[in-house]
T-cell receptor
Framework: DTEVTQTPKHLVMGMTNKKSLKCEQH?????MYWYKQKAKKPPELMFV???????INESVPSRFSPECPNSSLLNLHLHALQPEDSALYLC?????????????FGPGTRLTVL | GENVEQHPSTLSVQEGDSAVIKCTYS??????FPWYKQELGKRPQLIID?????GEKKDQRIAVTLNKTAKHFSLHITETQPEDSAVYFC????????????FGRGTSLIVHP
């Protein structure tokens, strides 16, 4: 399996809802990432997990809560989001956290916050 | 930290023409330079990459060149086709510092049939 998968593809939620995004890879990668992307802009890093431990949090608001249950899975728990959080949320993985390791992106979850 | 500038922001060409997208970076320690293609509504996909010990790399109609002295790298697409239309992002990763790639702002390539 050479892909990163994400579910759901689309998500619409109200500001009081709690939802979760899921990411999975079976390439044996030990680094996983969450990015946020607005239309026609580059991906913005949110979180990095290395060997299932959170290694980078780019000052993301606490209404976003990441979780890495095992080396193949990455979740992003969402609570009390704002309309400006509407975006494409991309998961990525790489072999390790090295500058020379390619990141492979999942298809993303298109999130709309009403 | 690393800063990556990408030009142009929009590039419009006729089918069959060549397209060139240029990026400059600020940190001389950067050693890995991937290029991603993102079609509308889809994921960024790696199309080619180059490492700092190589000056040029080709894959069919796509080539990337790297000038470490000048700190710039370029994507060249020859014989463009309508399916090449997408947003292209360059990126740079720095050894010894943050290994997270810094992305350029993107180039919207439009290939007219």
């Amino acid at each position: 399996d050479t892909e990163v998968t994400q579910t759901p593809k689309h998500l619409v939620m109200g500001m009081t809802n709690k939802k979760s995004l899921k990411c999975e890879q079976h390439m044996g990668h030990r680094a996983m990432y969450w990015y946020k992307q607005k239309a026609k802009k580059p991906p913005e890093l949110m979180f990095v997990y290395s060997y299932e431990k959170l290694s980078i949090n780019e000052s993301v608001p606490s209404r976003f809560s990441p979780e890495c249950p095992n080396s193949s899975l990455l979740n992003l728990h969402l609570h009390a989001l704002q309309p400006e959080d509407s975006a494409l949320y991309l998961c990525a993985s790489s072999h390790r956290t090295s500058s020379r390791d390619t990141q492979y992106f999942g298809p993303g979850t298109r999130l709309t916050v009403l | 930290g690393e800063n990556v500038e990408q030009h142009p922001s929009t590039l419009s060409v006729q089918e069959g023409d060549s397209a060139v997208i240029k990026c400059t970076y600020s940190d001389s320690a950067s050693n890995y330079f991937p290029w991603y293609k993102q079609e509308l509504g889809k994921r960024p996909q790696l199309i080619i990459d180059i490492r700092s010990n190589v000056g040029e790399k080709k894959d069919q109609r796509i080539a990337v060149t790297l000038n470490k002295t000048a700190k710039h790298f370029s994507l060249h697409i020859t014989e463009t086709q309508p399916e090449d239309s997408a947003v292209y992002f360059c990126a740079a990763s720095t050894a010894g510092g943050s290994y997270i790639p810094t992305f350029g702002r993107g180039t919207s390539l439009i290939v007219h049939p």
